[in-house]
């Protein structure tokens, strides 16, 4: 039979992308990790990780290993909620604006795996890039991305990513690579954005911080059909560095003007302050913030 313990640490290495930050995150040592994941790999006969000197990727058989490990850890986290929450169950329904960005298929694991912990909650879960209302429009929780305007509402930070501009080797040996943020305005950039969305990206932070123009090759409201476009050679894109670890490693998408470092963008779960203490949300944003790093691990390291 594995070993719970090295599956427990197989799934932690996958979630943190890496032994090292695995290593921060359970307390445990680097090399205890990596035994524990090679006793693992022997006791089952298969390779779950590629391994080199800079990077961690899932073999085949591991990312569907990984997924049975982390339903592992789901029903971990379930017994113990379930003692937890007998005094506090949580339940009742939850509507949510979620932006149309957002994966599709990572947000539906996300809500599988919320509803299995706690099965006396309902979702009505909505991808919208309307501004909608919470109170007028029964809306519990908006995920939105930042920065927010003011309001009366409570906005709590769930992620924070680093987005760079990235394009692919043919294209720049095609278009040239630019120099400058200026020389930007020659070049066919991927907008991830709605019909409302401009042309514009912002460079640089503080005093050196600058919006800077470029020729809209498309727009397209899908974070992973920007990245899918890049790699298809049709332009610069703006992606978070999480979302392209494995092509930025590869070498199928370089990074360009690291030198104009961009501001992180944020995500924040909103809510009206007359809900402030409602159980249900709390919980949910604290699942969405544990669960999000997790599933989005599983895409960027599936092979």
């Known amino acids: 039979m594995p070993d719970l313990n090295g599956m427990i640490l197989f799934a932690a290495v996958v979630r943190a992308k890496g032994f090292s930050q695995a290593a921060r995150e359970t307390g445990l040592p680097k090399s205890t990790i990596s035994r524990k994941i090679a006793q693992l790999e022997e006791q089952l006969g298969v390779r779950l990780l590629q391994r080199d000197t800079r990077n961690v990727s899932l073999t085949q058989v ?11 850890g789901n029903e971990i986290e379930a017994a113990k909620a379930t003692i937890e929450n007998t005094h506090n169950d949580v339940s009742g329904s939850l509507r949510i604006a979620i932006p149309v960005s957002f994966s599709q298929e990572l947000i539906a694991n996300l809500a599988s795996g919320f509803m299995r912990l706690y099965p006396n909650v309902t979702l009505d879960i909505q ?10 429009e029964g809306y519990d929780i908006a995920i939105k991305y930042g920065p927010l305007q003011s309001s009366d509402l409570v906005a709590r930070l769930l992620i924070e990513r680093q987005p ?3 394009a692919s080797p043919v294209y720049l040996k095609t278009k040239g690579t630019p120099a400058t943020p200026k ?13 409302r969305s401009a042309p514009i990206w912002p460079l640089g932070k503080g005093s050196r911080k600058t919006m800077v123009s470029f020729q809209k090759k498309v727009r ?8 899918k476009l890049a790699l298809d050679d049709f332009g610069i894109a703006m992606l978070s560095n999480s979302s392209c670890k494995q092509e930025l490693a590869s070498g199928s998408l370089v990074p360009i003007l690291q030198e104009w470092p961009i501001e992180p963008f944020k ?8 809900r402030q203490l ?3 949300i709390s919980t949910f944003l604290d699942y969405f913030t544990k669960r999000f790093s997790s599933q989005e691990s599983l895409q960027s390291l599936m092979m």
Not at 187 to 195: C, R, Y
């Open 183 to 195: 020389a930007l305005i020659e070049h066919d950039g991927i907008l991830l954005g709605t019909s």
């Open 127 to 136: 991808f919208t890039d309307n501004d909608v209302g919470l109170v007028g």
């Open 164 to 166: 760079i501009l990235v």
């Open 220 to 227: 397209v409201n899908s974070a992973v059909m920007v990245k």
């Open 267 to 274: 995500i924040y779960g909103v809510y009206s302050s007359r």
């Open 62 to 72: 591991g990312a569907l290993f990984y997924q049975h490990c982390d339903t592992i």
């Open 278 to 280: 409602a159980t249900n």
